[in-house]
């Protein structure tokens, strides 16, 4: 699989006899997958299966699901409640023989507004989700196909992007490589410099001694074992953005490394370009670290 981002929309809609139904779907970033639903009632039914399709074409993501449907029928169903209907016209023409006005009708219109005598028809959203379950999950594979599409292209946009960062990373990882500072007989010379000013600070200092201070001067001049692992990390990256696997959570663990390497060469830096590099270093590792954020 390319690489994709956790990121994207979709909407998907249509009809099938008198039901209009519209599906949205939407993502964004997340540590793991989390789906969300909002179905009407009655077509809680079609959870299970879209759960299943969702995590068969997804790994990552905060994924919010909307389902729309509509009755498309121009008639408005109506029941007319008849032993109530039947109950009201004896009883009116019952008023009316005791009034002695043979003559009063029974008005349908007066009847038929009485409340409880017509009303609608409850339309049984359970039996039309069944009904329909086939078109509406066709519906939804739609919308999963284009959400899955806009993360593939907006992946194919991060991995652009990422890879201008790793190169830049390289570049500065090289350029700190080649610095004279990190040559061995400059180190030398910086790590003789240093021992002569301690002796002249200090006159009970034994060889011993000397020899250990010397050595941890020399280490921490050296930033030799950093740039090594931080090319094997721009290495490792690049490996990844051409993985046929989900390689989000890798890269945000090499981001950290990243940093950390960085980290320890600034504090081990003995010269100020050595520095100014590595502050480079780490402005483009939290570049590298916000688009990762965003790759499944």
Known sequence: MALSSMTGFARASGEE????????????????????????GGFDLLEPEVRKRVSARLKRGSVQIFLQVRIQS????????????????????????????????VEAAALLSIRGVVEPVQVDYAALAEEYAPVLLAGFEEALRQLVAARAEEGARLREVIARQIDEIEALVRRARA?????????????????????????????????????????????????????????????????????????????????REANTMCSKAVDAEITEIGVALKTIIDQFREQVANIE
């Open 17 to 40: 006899g008198a039901l209009f139904w519209l599906w949205e779907v939407k993502s964004v970033n997340s540590r793991g997958l989390d789906v969300r639903m909002r179905l009407p």
């Open 74 to 105: 121009t008639e408005q169903a109506l029941n007319v409640n008849q032993p109530l209907l039947g109950r009201l016209i004896t009883e009116a023409r019952r008023i009316s023989a005791r009034l002695g006005d043979d003559s009063a009708g």
């Open 179 to 259: 610095h004279p500072a990190l040559r061995p007989e400059n180190i030398r010379r910086r790590v003789r410099e240093q021992v002569a000013r301690l002796l002249e600070a200090t006159e009970q200092l034994d060889e011993q001694r000397l020899h250990q201070e010397a050595v941890i001067m020399a280490v921490k001049a050296d930033i030799t074992e950093e740039l090594d692992r931080l090319e094997s990390h721009v290495a490792a990256v690049r490996a990844l953005l051409d993985a046929d696997e989900a390689v989000g959570r890798k890269l945000e663990f090499l981001a950290q490394e990243f940093n």
